[in-house]
């Protein structure tokens, strides 16, 4: 698995790649860290021999990926994706297991917490095992409908009008387990990826 800073790393050696008219400014906005903290990252990677820091015109820096730069990135990029194929397969199988033992024991009406990837590969499974998604909470605001089904606030749901709840996130959420269990949802009904 890739820790932060080598995922930190394949996002700049990507955007250096992508973006002739990158700034430390606009590395700096999109990664969503400080200015001083790209700053610090970009010369790191030039001290590793990974990009070259050119100026032309002299008052204005640019960033050249070096050849060894590519390999590094073409190295951390095939790590992250045998990462991420790890993950979704041992994802997928988590689910196949709980959700076909909740079919078994007549268990169908399953809600989704989220509307991210890990809840993407949650519904392939539920259609997969033809179960009923009955309905989709989320307390983000990003999404009105998930696949079709409308996505309200947690608030709304109710213990009776579900078998499980999949808390469809691959980071721990201890608020919205705490939040279901003050809205009387059953602890023997959550499952969770995290």
Do not use: W
Not at 75 to 82: A, G, H, N
Not at 119 to 147: K, M, P, Q
Request: charged content about 25%; glycine content about 8%; some cysteine.
């Amino acid at each position: 698995m890739l820790d932060q800073p080598a995922l930190r790393e394949l996002r700049i050696l990507t955007e250096i790649s992508q973006r002739r008219d990158l700034t430390q400014r606009g590395l700096a906005a999109s990664l969503g860290i400080a200015l001083g903290l790209a700053n610090l990252y970009v010369k790191r990677l030039a001290r590793k021999g990974y990009i070259k820091i050119t100026t032309a015109p002299p008052n204005r820096v640019g960033y050249l990926l070096t050849p060894r730069g590519l390999a590094e990135k073409t190295r951390l990029t095939y790590e992250f994706m045998e990462y991420s194929l790890r993950l979704y397969r041992g994802t997928r199988g988590m689910l196949r297991e709980v959700l076909t033992r909740l079919a078994a024991r007549g268990q169908r009406r399953i809600v989704l917490y989220g509307t991210g990837e890990a809840a993407e590969l949650a519904y392939l499974t539920i259609v997969e095992l033809g179960l009923t998604l009955t309905c989709v909470v989320s307390d983000n605001g990003h999404a009105d409908r998930f696949f079709g089904v409308p996505v309200r606030p947690l608030s709304a749901l109710r213990d009776e009008e579900i078998d499980a709840i999949i808390l469809a996130t691959f980071a721990p959420v201890p608020d919205a387990a705490r939040a279901l269990h003050d809205l009387g949802i059953a602890p023997e009904k959550i499952v969770s990826l995290a």
